[in-house]
């Protein structure tokens, strides 16, 4: 499965959020991207069940919604803007990845259904 291009999102999208990990970011940022994260290195591992997998990246997109929303507000809420480092742009770039991985997996599952039908029926 790593010769996959959604492996290949789900790494790089796992790549962004290790990197956010090096700029200190809130406690509850932390652990809202750590869950992302371990979705993601799920969804990387799980090669079987690719609907799980599905799942799994479309949950780590939500999440990454979620805290680039969260991020957004608290920088609005914040009296002196400060300046956004770098890394609050990478949620939203591991969200779209993460959907890019999803829309393969589904992919994926489709032709393997197809191709399954398709034996199925020679059979008879």
Not at 64 to 81: A, H, T
Not at 95 to 121: K, P, T, W, Y
Request: net charge positive.
């Amino acid at each position: 499965m790593w010769q996959r291009v959604q492996t290949l999102y789900l790494l790089i999208a796992s790549g962004l959020l290790v990197a956010m990990y090096f700029h200190p970011f809130g406690t509850g940022f932390t652990v809202l991207f750590s869950i992302a994260l371990a979705c993601q290195f799920l969804a990387m591992v799980l090669l079987k069940s690719r609907v799980l997998q599905m799942r799994l990246s479309i949950l780590a997109a939500l999440l990454l919604l979620g805290l680039q929303v969260w991020m957004v507000l608290v920088w609005l809420g914040s009296d002196p803007k400060p300046v956004l480092p770098i890394q609050a742009v990478f949620p939203i770039v591991a969200a779209i990845l993460d959907a890019l991985a999803a829309r393969g997996i589904l992919h994926d599952e489709l032709l393997v259904r197809s191709a399954s039908r398709l034996r199925s029926s020679k059979r008879k």
